[in-house]
Structure formats: C-alpha cells, structure tokens
C-alpha cells in the first residue's frame, strides 16, 4: 500500500468536497447557525405560553367545616393559596341540593361536566364530611388518628372507614384536567395539614408532633462536578449522532455521486489500488465527520451556556440554573474518542454508500443506520446503565460509558474498563474498513444497474429465472422471515405451557410449522435443486459424522463455561428465572426419551434446516465464507429469544456453520446440534445420588452449592485440548468453494500481490 497514492486520492476528494456549497453548508454553516436559531426560537415560543386558569366545580360546599376553612368569598382560603394560585383558579360552587347528591351520581355527572368542557375537574364533599371531621377530632388521644392519619408510602392518607375522604373527579385524558388535579391536589394537601395542627392544638400538643423530623438535604458536590455530570449524559451523544450525519453524506457524494457524474470509473483505472481509493475516501470523509461533529458541539455548548446566563439575568433574583461550560481537560476525552468514532461512522456510510446507485438511492440508506446505531447510542443513556464489563463488550454504548466516566472525573472506573472498549471498538473499525474495501473490490456492487420493481416481472423472474442455489437477498429474507414469525408466535401463545403435552405441541409446532417450513418452502419455490440448497447430500468423508458428534462433546464444557460467563456478564432477570423454574421442574420429570427427542433432535433437524440449510447455502454467494458462516450463525442466536441464550448460540452456530462448510453437508451439523442439547438436558439430570452410583463422575461433573452440575475445569481443558484436535482434522478437509468465494479469493489475492510490489 503506496502512502502518496492515499494522500492524492485524499486532497482530491478533500479539495472537490470544499468546491462543493452544499457540502460547506452542512458542515460548517449550519451547525453555527441551528443552535443560536433554535435558541430563539425558544425565546419566541416563550411569548405564546402562558398558564391558564383551570375551572373547578366544588360540589357539597354547604358540608365542609368552618375551621380550619377551606373556602373564603367563593375562593379558596388566603391562607391556603397565594395571589398567583388563585388567579390560576376558577371556582363554581354549587348551590346545596335536596337530596344531597351521592357519590355515584356526583361521579356521573362530573364526568358530563367535564368531558362537556363545562369544567376541568369536580371536587366532592360528602354530606355528612363536617360531622365526621368533628367525629375524628373526638377521638381519644390514643388513637392512632388523633393528630391527623399518617400518610402512606406516597404521601397520601391512608383511607379509612373513620376518615372523611374528599375526592377529585378529573380526566386523565385531557391535559386541562390533568393540571387542575394537581393544583387541587396541593391545595387541599395543605388545608388537611392545617386540619392536623388544629387537631394537635386542641389536644394541647405541639405542631412537632405530626412531624417528628425533617430529612435535610446537603449537595457536597463541586459545581465543577455537576457541570461535568450534566455534559457527561448529553456531549457523548450529540458527539456520535454528528459523527454519524457528518460521514454519512459526503460517503454518498463519493461514491453514488461519483457514479452519477462518471468520474468513478477514470478513478478506478488508476493506478492506485482499490485499498488507497478507500482509504483516501475514508479520511475524506471521516475528515468532514469530525468537524461536523466538533462544530455542533461548540455551537450548542456555547449558545446553551449564553442562553442560561441571559436566563439566570433576566429571571427572577433566586433563578440559578448553575450550568456553566463544560470542564475544558475532561473535554479533551471527546476529540480523543472521536478519531475512532468518525472512522467506524466513515467506513459504514462508505459501505453503503458503495452499494447506493445514485444519490437519491443512497439518502434512503441512512435510516438503517440510524436504526441500528440509535438504540446503541439510547442505552448508556438509561439510568440503570453503568460502566461495567458487560456494556463495555457493546459497541457504541461502552465507549459512550467510559466518555461519561472520563468526563465526570472517575478515572479510576475508567481506567478498569479501557482496554475492553478500546480492543471492541478497534475490532468494530477493521471490520467496518474490510467491509468497505470489500465493497469497492465487487464489481457487482459498483456497477450495479438501477432497478425498477414490477411485482409480476419480479415474481415471473423468480420462478423463471431460478437458480441453482438461492441468492443472498433471499437468505436474508428467509432469516428476517423466520424471526418475525416466530416473534409473533410468542406473542400470541403468552404464558409458558402448563403441562409437557401443551409444551410437545407448541415445540413442535414452532420447530416445524416457523422453522423449516418456510426454508423448505422457499427452497423448493426459489431454486432449482432443493436438495443441494438445504445440504442434505452425504458428507464428503463419512469420518466427518462421528466426528462433528465428538466434536459436539468435547466443546461442550467450553460452551458450558462461556454460557456462565454470559450469565456473569449480563445476568438474567429474577422474574425470566421465576417463570422458567416450573418448566424446568416439568422437563426434569418428564422421561429423558421424550425431552432428547421435542427439546433435542427436532431443533437440531429442523433449525439446521433453516440456519446451515437455505440461509447458509445463500449467504455464500456473498464471497466470504466466515462472513457467512457468522451471519447465518447470527440469526440462528436471535431465534432463541433471550439475549444471554441467543449469545451463546451464536458461538455453537459458527461453529455448525464450519463443519457444514468443509462437510458439504447438513448431517454433521445435524449431529452436533443434537449431541449439543441432549448432553445439556443429561446434564441437568445429574443429582448427588448419581454422582454417588457412578463414582468415577466426580472427575467430569461437579456440583454447586445450590446443586446444580457443572464441568470440572480439570474436565474442562482436556476435553478443550482434545477438541481443537478434531478440528485441526476437519480444517485439514478440501471442501467445494462456491462461485462467488473463488472470485473473491482471486480478488484477494491480487490486491496482495499488488500490496507486495508497491512494497
């Protein structure tokens, strides 16, 4: 790889991508101008907003007591409400009626009135309150409701059958309403704790009593400190959301918009290397991503601070937001951090964007990214998310954390947890990178025709044109296909089986009906040899079926320590482990031939299926076989549905996945898949008794202290050792390469030899 090729394709495209205006707009204008605007915009809406008052219709007046007074002039008691409360209120006092009116009907028609937009909520007093009040107050002093009852854990009097109980009829709908209760809802508060002191006069005892203590509250925090940990929540967010727009457009405009203008082909046939174009492009782009990302942070820190400083002037004399810039030191964290974030976003929208015909087509590309990188950048933000081991092996949300942690000053925390998030965010950048030179490698990819959907020609197309094998769209639909039914599934069956037939039937019906059926459909509809698409031809050494079943039992004290580093790492919740212990106990009862055939032998069958079958055999025409092999092992985890299972089977699928691959066929992987989850359900089988029948198990199996079984690691690393054996035997195995692999391992091939004599 020639450097001085790198950086003339980079000042090209760097220099094209600064003639361009609308190019400089996005990056450097608009980031300096949205935030003051939307600063005052904010100040313009503030002219419109005003608070209004909220009628309230006060039915059984004539019941309420004279002391402490509730009501004064038609208007709530001066005493309980300032000047500014009461403008916001509104009464109409109802005159007595004859009958008073019960609770139900006060109910109905409050719920006319209000829904009529006569009022916004009803406040009802029953005819008998003042005389229960005065009943209350009578009691002895050793009753539990002398000085006023206690309030419960929310606040609010506990009610009771001796205590009058005023109520607030309002809608929850309207937000009119919804304003008005909370309003009430204070001031009666308040006239209820003048109730209370009148109580505790009468009684000859002191105000204290009701309240034996106040909670004081002292912040020891630096203001420094709270100025860092409010920018810590927003800055890394904002840094990866720009990061991410700021890479996204100009990749389109190199790529798509390179294709529209024609100059993407006089770049090709120089004598550059695909790799420096990419790399040239690459940080071209993550050139713009990093001062869009800058300058909107500058811009919004800069007009945030003014506008809370002119704020904090013009408001009221106690109006102190205390929100100052943010500590310049630990902002340094978010320039150092954004080197690797706009290289993994410049990559990305690279990729795409290679695959984007025109400009137009590639806009609509930047939604899936979003899509997947949002929810990422969404959970740092949560406030149970915390820098630990676990988010620190999840891309995007640990580097976010340990900004958060950089930023707040906890450099200790930090400095934990770096080398994870450094190493996962590496790796996430060189895949991001292969990717995108891979997608300048395919000439398919770059030179693809623009196509218009006809529903009848594309549905004649596939059932004419049929290959012999399905293609990697078709793949990917089958995997999406089967995660949705099988999302829907679990919706509409709700609670787990009660009974082992209920749950023989479900199993089966999800394993065969949502799982192989619409592989073997698609199969059979789509190419034109079903057989050879699902791999159920014999394997091509007949060695390799007792090997992948060894293989199978051999790693499976691995997979078992990597589960319990799953659950370590992300432990399961109490209330999933709660609702699964009756299925557990029902398995454990249930004959061991019956669980290895619904639980065992039908998943292997029909998720191998699916998973190593269709999806597997189209994934290959991408080119690379480990990329298939991972994503095909990728959709077999997310059918397991629990994030800490589906982890593990990712792993067990990737390596089902390489011994269909140099297999050929679908039988080992059949077996292994087996072998896999019939030794978990004997596992779950061993109890002390058995251990005390079959001695020699103590050197295999060992039992916690809550008795459940589990691999000894003296176990552990000899079946490890004995299993990297027999896959060193099968990695020695030829296997037939698919078209598109040859072609992409040519391609490799001469980048390298290209690589090499530039070298």
């Avoid at 508060?189 to 006069?201: C, M």
């Avoid at 106040?214 to 904002?238: G, M, N, T, Y």
């Avoid at 050494?541 to 799953?566: K, M, R, V």
């Amino acid at each position: 790889m020639t450097w001085t090729n790198i950086k003339l394709i980079y000042l090209r495209e760097l220099r094209d991508q600064a003639r361009d205006r609308r190019t400089l707009f996005m990056i450097v204008v608009l980031p300096l101008l949205l935030y003051p605007l939307m600063g005052m915009s904010v100040f313009q809406v503030q002219q419109f907003l005003k608070e209004h008052a909220s009628k309230v219709r006060i039915v059984g007046a004539s019941a309420l007591p004279d002391e402490p007074a509730l009501l004064t002039d038609g208007q709530f008691a001066e005493s309980l409400v300032t000047v500014d409360e009461q403008r916001l209120l509104a009464l109409l006092i109802e005159k007595p009626q004859v009958p008073p009116p019960t609770r139900d009907q006060a109910r109905a028609a409050a719920e006319r009135a209000v829904r009529a937009g006569e009022c916004d909520a009803v406040v009802f007093f029953p005819a008998d309150f003042a005389e229960r009040l005065a009943q209350f107050r009578r009691q002895s002093p050793g009753d539990s409701a002398t000085s006023g009852a206690a309030p419960d854990e929310g606040g609010e009097v506990a009610h009771d059958a001796g205590v009058p109980q005023p109520e607030i009829f309002y809608d929850a709908a309207s937000d009119k309403s919804q304003v008005a209760h909370e309003r009430l809802k204070a001031i009666l508060r308040t006239w209820r704790e003048s109730i209370v002191k009148a109580n505790l006069e009468q009684r000859k005892l002191p105000a204290a009593t009701a309240r034996p203590f106040e909670v004081a509250s002292q912040d020891i925090a630096e203001p420094v400190r709270r100025r860092a940990a409010l920018w810590s929540k927003i800055l890394p967010f904002v840094l990866m959301v720009w990061a991410l727009t700021g890479a996204f457009y100009p990749a389109v405009d190199l790529c798509a918009g390179e294709k529209e203008r024609g100059t993407l082909e006089t770049l090709l046939s120089s004598p550059a290397q695909r790799g420096e174009i990419v790399w040239g492009k690459l940080l071209t782009v993550m050139t713009f991503s990093m001062a869009t990302s800058l300058l909107n942070l500058a811009s919004m820190c800069g007009t945030g601070v003014f506008i809370i400083t002119q704020l904090e002037r013009l408001g009221p004399g106690n109006l102190r937001m205390d929100l100052g810039p943010p500590p310049l030191v630990p902002m340094l964290w978010l320039v150092v951090a954004l080197v690797p974030v706009s290289a993994l976003f410049s990559a990305l929208s690279l990729a795409v964007a290679a695959f984007a015909k025109s400009s137009k087509e590639g806009q609509y590309y930047l939604m899936p990214l979003l899509m997947i990188s949002l929810p990422l950048m969404m959970l740092p933000m949560l406030p149970a998310a915390q820098l630990d081991l676990g988010f620190a092996l999840i891309p995007l949300s640990g580097l976010m954390l340990l900004l958060r942690s950089l930023i707040e000053g906890q450099y200790l925390e930090a400095l934990r947890f770096a080398v994870p998030v450094v190493g996962v965010t590496a790796i996430c950048c060189l895949l991001a990178i292969r990717w995108a030179i891979d997608q300048f490698n395919n000439e398919s990819v770059l030179f693809r025709e623009s196509e218009r959907l006809d529903l009848g020609l594309w549905f004649k197309h596939l059932v004419r044109d049929r290959q012999d094998l399905p293609t990697a769209g078709e793949a990917i639909l089958c995997g999406v296909l089967i995660l949705v039914l099988r999302f829907f599934a679990s919706l509409v069956a709700g609670k787990l089986p009660e009974s082992w037939p209920q749950f023989v039937a479900s199993n089966l019906t999800l394993q065969i009906a949502l799982v192989a059926a619409p592989a073997c459909l698609m199969a059979i509809m789509l190419t034109k040899k079903p057989l050879a698409t699902l791999m159920l031809g014999r394997p091509s050494f007949s060695a390799t079926l007792p090997a992948a079943g060894l293989l199978a039992l051999f790693l499976h004290p691995a997979a078992l320590w990597l589960s319990g580093l799953i659950r370590h790492l992300y432990p399961l919740n109490p209330a999933v482990l709660e609702q699964l212990k009756p299925l557990e106990k029902m398995v454990s009862e249930t004959p061991l031939w019956q669980v290895l055939l619904v639980m065992a032998l039908a998943p292997a069958i029909c998720e191998e299926l699916a998973f190593r079958g269709f999806i597997l055999s189209g994934l290959r025409r991408i080119g690379h076989k480990w990329g298939a092999i991972a994503l095909a092992a990728l959709f077999f985890g997310m059918a397991h549905g629990i994030l800490q299972q589906s982890l593990s089977a990712w792993v067990v699928g990737i390596v089902i996945g390489y011994i269909a691959v140099k297999t050929g066929s679908l039988w080992p992987g059949v077996l292994y898949h087996f072998v896999h989850n019939g030794l978990g359900m004997l596992l779950g089988r061993v109890t002390p008794e058995t251990v005390d029948t079959l001695p020699w198990l103590r050197h295999i199996i060992r039992l916690g202290a809550d008795g459940e079984p589990s691999y000894t690691p003296a176990a552990t690393i000899v079946a490890a050792l004995l299993a990297a054996g027999v896959l060193l035997w099968i990695k020695s195995l030829p296997y037939q390469r698919s078209a598109e692999e040859r072609l992409q391992e040519a391609l490799d091939h001469q980048s390298e030899s290209a690589i090499r004599t530039a070298g």
